[in-house]
Each structure stands twice: as C-alpha cells, then as structure tokens.
C-alpha cells in the first residue's frame, strides 16, 4: 500500500481485496478475545454458556450477510457450494484445514522460541493448550449432542473428532470396565521430526495438560493418566500414551 493513501476510498482492486481478508482475521481475533475477557471475568462455566448463545447468533448473522453479498444460499446452516463438493473434495478439504491449524500452532511456537527461546515457548504453549483442549471439547460436545456427563464411551466418540484425528493416526485400548488407553501411532509433528534426524518434541508439559482437561470436559469424572510421552521412552508402536479411568 502507497504511504500516502489515507483512507479506504484511494485503495486499489487488489488492495481492497486485501483488506477484506485483514477484516476477516480481525473478526476471528475480536470473536476470540470476547471469549477470553468473558472467561476471565466470569469464570469458563458461565463463558461457555454465554458463548452458546453468542457463537449460534453470530454465525447465523455473518453466514446470511455474506451469502447474500457473494450469492451463494444456505442449506441447514451450511454454505450449498461446500456441499456440492465432491467426497473426495470434502476430505481433501478437511484435512487440508486441520493440517492448517496444526501449521498455525507451530507457527505461533516457533515465532515465542526464536523471539524469547524454548522455555517460553513451552510455557505459552502448555497455556494454550490449557484454554484450547476444553474449547475443543466443548465444540465437539455440541456437535455430537453429548449428554452431560457421557462416560468413557463419549471420551471415546469424541476423541475421534478432534482436530488431531484427521491429521494423526490413533488407537484405543480397551483395558477393563471402568478404563481405556489411548495410544497416538502416527504423529504429524514427530514424524516430521524423525524424517529430519531430530529427536522426539518433549511434549509431555503439554500433553498433560491438553488431554487431562478434555477429558474432563467431556465428563468431569474422568481421570488421565500419562502412560509414556516423549521425552519418555516410547515403542515404535506409538508416540504418546494416556490411560483414561471414570
């Protein structure tokens, strides 16, 4: 953009383009920001609740103005040209966004580490992922119409619609009644690792936090314990191991 443009009239074609793409990611950010000042003044309980009702309206808001402004209709709250893609599309474009998300987390781990070094990056990111894991749990919850408090087998569905489920590949093992395994077989970000000669991501600090507090999202009885993560010795088998008892 020229120095000298002063307001949003003087912009060129592509540089109004632009901008709409900057409102975009501002909306995201001021949509995060109004969750985490809601948290942090009223605690999750009641920001989870209110968010319900705040995310619901500004979906339906947002979706139906651009819909219009970029002509396309609405079929059960979702955009027609998304489902008129093929299945192969579909997947294709799902993996795509969470491969997206993954990218972006370690864009943001990178960005701490170089700026700040290691030790704060790790503290940022076990953070995040204290205030990421029970939000993921909550979206997945509304999604699946979970019961309040669905045991081990809604640990179980939702497990499986997580973020990392459609870029990593994952096992359980079934234990007894009252408890199961969770193993992490393939895992993007070590692999990458093992493919460049490193040594596994130490990302127990994290791990603990992201699966102890989904899990207790997802029902506030259950209990995680970390079976092996790097830097714990691990098998071939799998990266990371969390036994979860009710």
């Known amino acids: 953009m020229d120095k000298t443009t002063s307001n949003q009239n003087e912009l060129t074609h592509h540089e109004t383009a632009a901008l709409i793409i900057d409102f975009f990611h501002r909306t995201m950010m001021h949509h995060a920001l109004w969750f985490a000042e809601v948290q942090h003044q009223l605690g999750r309980e009641h ?10 309206a500004s979906y339906d808001i947002q979706m139906k103005r651009l819909a219009k402004l970029l002509g396309f209709e609405m079929e059960a709250e979702i955009p027609v040209p998304l489902l008129q893609k093929s ?15 993954l990218a972006n987390d370690g864009v943001w781990f990178q960005a701490v580490e170089n700026s700040l070094g290691m030790m704060d990056a790790k503290r940022c990111n076990d953070s995040c992922w204290a205030q990421f894991s029970p939000f993921e749990a909550w979206s997945i919850r509304r999604m699946l119409k979970l019961e309040p408090q669905p045991g081990l087998e809604g640990l179980k569905r939702a ?42 991501y130490p990302c127990k600090s994290a ?5 102890r507090s989904f899990a207790e999202a997802i029902d506030s009885r259950i209990r995680t314990e970390c079976v092996g993560c790097p830097p714990d010795v691990h098998p071939k088998g799998w990266y990371c191991a969390w036994r979860f008892t009710l």
């Open 47 to 56: 920001a989870m609740a209110i968010f319900e009702t705040a995310y619901q």
């Open 87 to 101: 299945d192969e599309d579909l997947q294709a474009l799902k993996e795509g966004v969470a491969a997206n998300w």
């Open 159 to 200: 497990l499986q619609f997580r973020l990392y489920a459609t870029i990593n590949t994952q096992e359980i093992v079934e234990e007894a009644a009252d408890s199961f395994v969770f193993r992490m077989t393939e895992c993007r970000v070590q692999s990458a690792r093992k493919r460049k000669g490193l040594a596994d």
């Open 207 to 211: 791990g603990i936090v992201e699966y």
